[in-house]
């Protein structure tokens, strides 16, 4: 996972020969994703700290083990399993398929928080169909939980990611005083473009640390394939200050 920003050079505190670059700015990768790996400031839980040890990479990408749709659905399982085992959800029956590690997907997270039907059956469907909960086990109050604890996961994951955003805005000064300072912020990825209230969720918590000028100051928008898109723009610029030199 991955945040990049234009810096301008004297900004930059690394050591390297300026003389050598073609503009008076560049583009920095954050690499956010490993932020924190001392476990020292992000708010981790015991859901969280459970996933990070049965992962492959422990105390490693923390950040983005938080925030990635590739994470989300295992964070998802750890809780509703932590409420079966106290025996709060479905009557504390559970299920192979629940009880297997990354099986339940951030696909799934995003159906069941979608899912607006009286009896919450596209819900029923994910929990009885497709994750093998005995029939007849899930009563309306446990998909109801079910669906408050997918939102929660969702909405910390936008929230924090809105903090990383956050930290950005305020170090380029797009955040202070009244002045029309507007920021557009390209997005790649399922999470942004597919999961319910994701893009409100951001903007919600950027307004909470700033206020509601945020919401005309800042933009969002979809950017697929961001990765190469953004190595594209960046070797066009680099191309285009060349011939100007």
């Not at 299920?95 to 339940?104: A, G, H, K, L």
């Not at 999961?195 to 697929?224: C, I, T």
Request: glycine fraction near 6%.
């Amino acid at each position: 996972m991955h945040l990049g920003y234009y810096e301008d050079l004297p900004r930059i505190k690394k050591e390297f020969d300026s003389g050598k670059t073609l503009s008076d700015e560049m583009v920095v990768n954050m690499e956010w994703g490993a932020f924190d790996c001392e476990r020292r400031i992000l708010p981790l839980t015991m859901h969280d700290n459970k996933m990070n040890r049965e992962s492959v990479n422990i105390n490693e990408q923390l950040f983005e083990k938080m925030i990635s749709g590739m994470y989300l659905g295992e964070i998802a399982r750890n809780c509703m399993l932590h409420w079966i085992d106290r025996l709060v959800l479905f009557g504390g029956q559970s299920s192979p398929e629940m009880n297997t590690q990354w099986r339940f997907e951030t696909a799934y997270m995003s159906t069941i928080q979608a899912d607006r039907s009286p009896r919450l059956s596209a819900t029923q469907h994910v929990l009885e169909d497709i994750m093998d909960i005995p029939a007849g086990s899930t009563t309306l109050a446990d998909r109801q939980m079910v669906q408050l604890i997918c939102q929660a996961v969702g909405r910390r994951s936008a929230r924090l990611a809105a903090c990383g955003l956050a930290g950005i805005l305020t170090h380029k000064d797009l955040v202070a005083g009244n002045d029309k300072k507007d920021c557009l912020i390209a997005i790649d990825g399922s999470l942004f473009e597919f999961y319910p209230d994701f893009e409100k969720n951001m903007m919600d918590a950027l307004v909470e640390l700033f206020g509601e000028k945020m919401r005309h100051r800042v933009r969002f928008e979809l950017s697929r394939d961001g990765s190469g898109l953004g190595a594209s723009v960046i070797a066009m610029m680099a191309s285009k200050t060349a011939q100007q030199l």
